[in-house]
């Protein structure tokens, strides 16, 4: 597919997720539009493997504190 070009605002507020998930050490990557059946078996092992390495390092509640985030980021009015 054809990459979306997002509006100045939309694209700031995005900026800022990936910047936040960065600093609880994840990263988001765009792998297509095909996503296959062993590629989303090797993310769910890949995330199994690492949740517990997160939870030391983000401590508990870590997850819903990161989306409570992300969310006041999303409605925030630039």
Known sequence: GLPMSLSP???M?????DSL????GLESRNM???VTA???KAQSEYEQLTAP???RR???GWKY?????IENIRKENF
């Open 21 to 24: 998930m960065r600093t609880y």
């Open 53 to 55: 390495f997160l939870d």
């Open 38 to 40: 062993p590629l989303l």
């Open 13 to 17: 507020k995005e900026d800022k997720i």
């Open 65 to 69: 504190r990161m989306e409570l985030q």
């Open 9 to 11: 605002t939309e694209q």
């Open 58 to 60: 983000n401590g508990p």
């Open 32 to 34: 297509g539009c095909m």
